[in-house]
């Protein structure tokens, strides 16, 4: 079961986990299944939104956090996502990005999706896992986007950021095995 649904007014993304035969709605209205993109602007805006939200969880735990240094790390980190937004919006405004219409829509949305979303009550361990499949998720989707970009600069955009990701995501690693270590 990997079916995922998207309320177009409010955003809230839903994931199927047992079928019924009843029909979703959300804001009062049904609500659409997440399936493929189906246009350049549908992939930056989503990748615009993820952006966004890893902006907003790492400034959100950077003031959760107990140990100084890892807050300051989580600081910076959002400032880079912000900077990921940024640069993505001047992909979009510059509609640089051209790739083929197929190779658009051949990308699934649920593949850059988490199964796991940031619950208020989330620990620093849960909160841990989510950015690491976040960050797992997003360079994926860079590097996707890469295969995808004819424009020489445009790919080494895209590659770049990959390659940010890849490097959260290892922080985010080291942080982790370092707290399941000191539980024991
Ligand atoms: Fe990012
Ligand atoms: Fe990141």
Same mark, same amino acid.
């Given at each position: 079961?990997?079916?995922?649904?998207?309320? %177009?007014?409010?955003?809230?993304? /839903?994931?199927?986990?047992? %079928?019924?035969?009843?029909?979703?709605?959300?804001?009062?209205?049904?609500?659409?299944?997440?399936?493929?993109?189906?246009?350049?602007?549908?992939?930056?805006?989503?990748?615009?939104?993820?952006?966004?939200?890893?902006?907003?969880?790492?400034?959100?735990?950077?003031?959760?956090?107990?140990?100084?240094?890892?807050?300051?790390?989580?600081?910076?980190?959002?400032? !880079?996502?912000?900077?990921?937004?940024?640069?993505?919006?001047?992909?979009?405004?510059?509609?640089?990005?051209?790739?083929?219409?197929?190779?658009?829509?051949?990308?699934?949305?649920?593949?850059?999706? /988490?199964?796991?979303?940031?619950?208020?009550?989330?620990?620093?361990?849960?909160?841990?896992?989510?950015?690491?499949?976040?960050?797992?998720?997003?360079?994926?989707?860079?590097?996707?986007?890469?295969?995808?970009?004819?424009?020489?600069?445009?790919?080494?955009?895209?590659?770049?950021?990959?390659?940010?990701?890849?490097?959260?995501?290892?922080?985010?690693?080291?942080?982790?095995?370092?707290?399941?270590?000191? !539980?024991?």
């Amino acid at each position: 079961m990997n079916d995922f649904y998207k309320c %177009a007014i409010c955003g809230k993304i /839903v994931k199927v986990i047992a %079928a019924g035969k009843g029909e979703l709605v959300c804001c009062g209205q049904p609500m659409a299944m997440l399936t493929n993109f189906k246009s350049v602007n549908e992939v930056l805006d989503f990748a615009i939104e993820k952006e966004e939200e890893a902006r907003q969880f790492y400034l959100e735990w950077s003031k959760k956090l107990e140990n100084k240094a890892l807050s300051e790390q989580f600081v910076q980190f959002a400032g !880079e996502e912000n900077k990921h937004k940024e640069k993505l919006q001047r992909v979009k405004t510059g509609s640089t990005f051209k790739p083929a219409a197929k190779q658009v829509t051949d990308l699934k949305i649920v593949d850059y999706l /988490v199964d796991i979303v940031p619950t208020p009550g989330m620990d620093y361990q849960e909160a841990l896992i989510v950015a690491m499949r976040r960050e797992k998720a997003s360079f994926k989707f860079y590097n996707d986007l890469a295969a995808m970009a004819q424009d020489e600069g445009l790919r080494e955009t895209f590659l770049a950021l990959a390659q940010e990701e890849a490097k959260h995501k290892l922080r985010l690693e080291t942080e982790y095995e370092k707290e399941i270590y000191s !539980e024991n």
